[in-house]
């Protein structure tokens, strides 16, 4: 899975591309976490469009990434999954708890 | 019921494993051409148990994971079946949620995800000596 970052204000946005299980789950959670200390942010936007395949693994990096955001008083935004990734963000009641911009 | 075909392959509980099941349990469906979403779904449910072999019944320790897929004239029957450490309250673990591992950002939804994506889901597990996940996806063809 591939990462890159950029800044819309002060929200990091997380462009994420590739298949997030818990094989790459790991590294992302990583390079998210130090990136989002690094940046002069408050909010985090993960941008899902050009993730292919997601499964539990990406439900728990999603949750634990929305806990460390609210901690410092920010929110998040998913931004244009795609339907099969969609139906798993459903399932797991992601859905009511993070802006989701479809 | 004659199953039409049959595979099995067997692999080290590492993670990098992980997408290699999903491919192939996802090829070995495609020979009775399905729709794309049961195919999503059969990669997701896949997923879900060989990633909870590998964390769940092996931990730090490598084992065999072995996979199974069986074709039937309308369905696909999808086993995952490991030597670790089992499971000792089976309905407890199905409860959505419930996980052994939230130090790991587990989310306790795999076997919800199993339970929602494929028509049948069993799960047969003894402590100290492993788990046999069986599920099953029907193959309406497009
Ligand atoms: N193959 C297995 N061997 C031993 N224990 C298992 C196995 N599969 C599941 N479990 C147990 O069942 C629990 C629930 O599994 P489930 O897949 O639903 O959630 P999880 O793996 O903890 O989290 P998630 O799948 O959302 O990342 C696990 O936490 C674990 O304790
Ligand atoms: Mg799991």
Known sequence: ?102 | MQPINKMRTEFLSKSANESFARVVAASFAAQADPSIEVVADIRTAVSEAVTNAIIHGYGEEEGTVVLTCVLYPDFVEITVEDFGKGIEDVEKAKTPLFTTRPDLERSGMGFTVMETFMDSLEIESRVGQGTRIRMTKELKSR
């Open chain 1, 1 to 102: 899975m591939d990462v890159r970052f950029s800044r819309e204000g002060n929200s990091l946005v997380v462009m994420m591309e590739g298949e997030l299980d818990h094989h790459t789950a790991s590294r992302v959670r990583e390079r998210i976490d130090n990136k989002f200390l690094m940046e002069p942010v408050k909010n985090l936007i993960l941008d899902l469009s050009r993730v292919t395949f997601m499964d539990s693994a990406g439900i728990g990096l999603i949750l634990g990434r929305m806990n460390r955001v609210t901690l410092i008083g920010g929110k998040m935004l998913i931004r244009k999954p795609k339907p099969e990734i969609q139906r798993i963000l459903r399932m797991s009641r992601i859905e009511e708890l993070i802006e989701l911009d479809a």
